[in-house]
């Protein structure tokens, strides 16, 4: 008896929780560029240049994510999307100085607490992508092959990101500019991608080493 109550308790937590990410959902969406359906927002969370945003059916932004919109695409987050706990979602320069591309994210994805995605290049994520806690994304190099000038006054290169349908990134997995990750892959924790992982590849190191065909 005991548990049935301890049980009935956490679902009206849940729905009592669930019911103000709901309404602060409906305020939030009025100033995105489109919306289809619910949109949950946790408690801190920041939105900026929401013209450029676009959400489809209930996508979460939990607690004290930050979303910053000013891209040329902007972000574009399919249906069932959860961006968790302190993700860090930034294509530009807060002050319009780099004006990034963007991102797209395909229906049921979901980026792990505390991620970084630095969509300044391109960065596609496909349908039923589970990235772990704490992963970076970073869709531009800076150049540097001049000696004679400053690092910074060269600027960068950008050649985006994919990552194919149904992949698993594990948490702390950093993955650089100009990769692609086939569809199916599952990419161990804290391994650094560097090249291209060919469709239904088990990666589990820094070195990229395949261990076996899924």
């Not at 902007?74 to 591309?101: A, C, E, H, K, W």
């Not at 994805?109 to 970073?138: A, D, E």
Request: proline residues 1%; hydrophobic residues 35%; contains cysteine.
């Amino acid at each position: 008896m005991m548990e049935k109550n301890i049980q009935l308790k956490d679902k009206i937590n849940i729905l009592y929780r669930t019911g103000i990410k709901a309404v602060r959902g409906c305020f939030r969406r009025l100033f995105l560029k489109e919306t289809h359906g619910m949109l949950f927002v946790g408690k801190g969370v920041q939105i900026s240049h929401g013209n450029h945003i676009r959400c489809g059916k209930n996508v979460k932004f939990e607690d004290y994510a930050e979303i910053h919109g000013l891209c040329s695409d902007g972000l574009n987050f399919g249906d069932y999307v959860t961006i968790s706990r302190g993700v860090m979602i930034r294509p530009s320069s807060y002050y319009g100085g780099d004006y990034g591309i963007g991102l797209t994210m395909g229906e049921h994805s979901s980026i792990g607490p505390y991620g970084y995605v630095g969509c300044s290049g391109k960065i596609n994520i496909g349908k039923n992508v589970m990235f772990g806690p704490k992963c970076s994304l970073f869709a531009e190099n800076h150049v540097f092959s001049d000696t004679e000038h400053s690092i910074k006054s060269q600027g960068v290169k950008q050649k985006g990101i994919t990552i194919e349908d149904d992949c698993w990134i594990g948490s702390n997995v950093t993955i650089l500019d100009g990769v692609t990750i086939g569809k199916g892959s599952v990419i161990g924790a804290g391994t650094l991608v560097t090249k291209d992982i060919k469709a239904g590849s088990i990666v589990v190191d820094k070195r990229e080493k395949t261990i076996r065909e899924r």
